[in-house]
């Protein structure tokens, strides 16, 4: 443990990779794959962007002897960012690193809350700016919604939709993203339970089972479920749990997860790697009035659509 005195902060980069090891292990928060991160080196700044225009308009490629290639002339756009800061402090008083030493890691505990305030925010942050019809190329209303079991056209609404999306922005979906709770009803239509998932039980599979079956039926490569939970309730109040992700939308979308800016995609999370290479970074520092050390998880993070065409949404879901 470092020593502190006064308000004094230091950075504890042991401290940060196993924040950033407990955060890969929570499948319910799905940020960082609907939006990937991309690290930066300053806290605003300018990225280019290939027009969809400059990539699919048919040109002319005959060339007769001694006359020359014909060639690209459009010009690329340029997209700005900028971060903003997220931070959460978790106290740990003497007495109680005292009480808990033998029992586990107190520090380790006192940073890992503290990432998962920040982080739970982040999938806030992100499930806004997707579910934003302002960032979509088209919204579209379903007819029957798939809460309707006996009614709702699952596979032909996907299928529409990911047609209409080619059409409109001239990009295939290659991410479905949708709550916990719109799986859920899936699951119960009619249309998905008279299929057997192969090799298994319907009732006896994983639920990975069930994605992988589900997104070879969309013909997509991928199933993002939002299963984060936030408490609703007032400071203080029993625990009244609701569903980050919220059912009354899913998106279709082209994730990239390259570090190729210019590639066809949605959106980036850009990350301002001020002073770390970890999507967040854990300060310690001393309050003695309480007698207690703090530790402070933080990041700088900025949402921007790379491409809207990238984004189809899907409403009346639930």
Known sequence: MPSLSGTQSVQRPDLGDTASQYFLNQDDLIWDKVMPPLP?????GEYPIIPIEALLTEQATKRAPRAQYNSGDYETETGEYKTSEDGWAEPLDDVERKMYEHDFDAEEIAAQRATDIVLRNLERYTRDFVFDSNNAIHTQSLT????????ATPKADIVAARKDMKIRGGIRPNTLVMSEDVLDVLMETKEIKDRTIPTKDYGASSVDDQLAYLANYFRIQNILIGGALTNKAAKGKKFEGEMIWTPDKMALLHVNFSMNIRAPQFGRTFIWKSDGNN????DQYRKEDNRSDMFRARNYTGRNVIYKGGNYLLSNVY
Do not use: E, L, M, R
């Open 279 to 282: 999507s967040v970074v854990i």
């Open 144 to 151: 029957k919604p798939w809460s309707d079991a006996a009614n």
């Open 40 to 44: 930066v080196a300053t806290h605003i």
